[in-house]
């Protein structure tokens, strides 16, 4: 039995991509909130509101669920290659998420305890200060929410890389010939993977003069014979996982050569930040309920319908409980380590026995946002070295930590 992790250099740096811009936007929101806290504490102590002292303590909560934020992608930065974490600091940012989610739950419960209270006993409504503080928060919760989402940019940038003409985008090659272009594909959408040859500027390929030879790392060759489909050439074989390799293609007595290279990235659950999330939902709930409480508070004060203003807060703690259980879900589902991406874990095994091998264990977990962790135990009658099988998941760029062990079959 063989054991060995896939890179080399070993590194436990499993924070997200933006890790940094999202610590930087989180303190800037928490300034702004800061700066309303204190400006409508203030103002309600000189001027004798309530309400206004009332709104800058429900203020402080906010700041305070931001400042979790905050604190934990701080932490993690500065603790990213500490060594007495095992696999990182990258999923302190789900820990927090799952506390905030655990507020943002409590704070649901306390606005439905509101809500019924003031269905059962009404309560006089100051509408002339209570409007438009409703409305000073909803700017700044738009506000806030506008600088955490920022100009942040997704890191779902497809499987495939660019680097000079040699190297598949998409898994699409345009391949320049004497007589014009020619397009060679690999066409998988809803059907098995087949290559695909057609010439948009040149005249119409022959079957019989066309073929594509494939050399993978290992060196194994396979020939794909061409079949005629009317606008297009395609082959008449499949193609195995995974489409890595050197394509020879023949057309006539020209042989042109290109090279494919599939990557795998971290998607969905596994690549989700659910710091910002949280953060962003706290700033989101709290803009929902401002747009209900304004609502509420505009037809109690037009048609006097003074029960509009708890249902519309219970409403709103319906919608933040809602939130609030799908975040405590998917930030729980990372802290106890649940496969964060089946898609992935079936490519792994459909990869692993392409060639005759069986995947006789898997363990597929998150390190932190868009790094996976895997064991990966394999079954084999052949002498093949762990650097076999490194070279064989190189295309799962989300896999930043695996361990391979080999068993004899």
């Known amino acids: 039995m063989t054991t060995s992790t896939m890179a080399p250099a070993h590194s436990h740096m499993f924070l997200g991509a933006d890790h940094e811009k999202s610590e930087r936007k989180t303190w800037a929101v928490i300034a702004l909130c800061g700066a309303m806290m204190i400006a409508e504490i203030v103002g309600g102590l000189m001027f004798g509101s309530i309400a206004l002292i009332a709104d800058g303590l429900h203020m402080s909560t906010h700041a305070g669920a ?12 500065k603790h990213a290659g500490d060594a ?18 655990v507020i ?21 409504i100051d509408f002339a200060e209570a409007i438009p503080i409703a409305c000073l928060g909803l700017a700044v919760n738009v506000a806030s929410a506008w600088l955490l989402s920022g100009d942040g940019h997704s890191h779902g940038h497809g499987h495939s890389h660019a680097h000079g003409h040699a190297v598949a985008h998409d898994e699409t090659h345009r391949i320049a010939t004497e007589d ?13 993977p087949r290559f695909r040859l057609r010439a948009p500027s040149r005249p119409a390929l022959s079957a019989q003069a066309a073929s594509v030879e494939t050399v993978r790392p290992d060196g194994a060759r396979r020939l794909f014979a061409m079949a005629d489909r ?34 795998e990235h971290a998607h969905g659950a596994a690549a989700r930040d659910n710091n910002m999330r949280a953060a962003l939902t706290h700033v989101i709930a709290d803009a929902a309920v401002s747009v209900l409480v304004i609502v509420g508070l505009l037809f109690a004060k037009l048609f006097g319908w003074l029960w509009m203003d708890p249902l519309a807060g219970l409403i709103g703690a319906f919608v933040i409980a809602s939130w609030s259980w799908t975040l405590i879900r998917d930030a729980g589902a990372v802290l106890l380590d649940m496969n964060p991406d089946p898609h992935l874990a079936a490519d792994l095994r459909e990869t692993i026995e392409s060639d005759g091998d069986r995947l006789a264990d898997l363990h597929l977990w998150r390190l932190g946002p868009g790094h996976l962790g895997a064991i990966v135990s394999v079954v084999t009658r052949r002498a093949r070295s762990v650097e076999y099988y490194r070279r064989l998941l190189a295309r799962f760029r989300g896999l930043s930590h695996v361990t391979i062990e080999i068993n004899a079959g």
């Open 66 to 77: 931001l400042l979790l934020a905050a604190l934990a992608y701080t932490y993690a930065r």
């Open 84 to 101: 007495r974490f095992t696999f990182g600091a990258g999923k302190l940012g789900d820990l927090a998420a799952f506390a905030s989610a």
């Open 104 to 124: 943002l739950a409590m704070i649901a419960l306390l606005i439905g305890y509101e809500a019924v209270a003031r269905f059962l006993a009404p309560a006089p």
């Open 180 to 192: 014009g272009d020619v397009i060679l594909e690999v066409f998988e959408d809803g059907v098995p």
């Open 230 to 263: 009317g606008a297009y050439l395609e082959s008449v074989d499949e193609i195995p996982e995974p489409h890595a390799f050197a394509a020879h293609v023949r057309l006539g007595e020209q042989v042109y050569s290109v090279a494919f290279e599939e990557h």
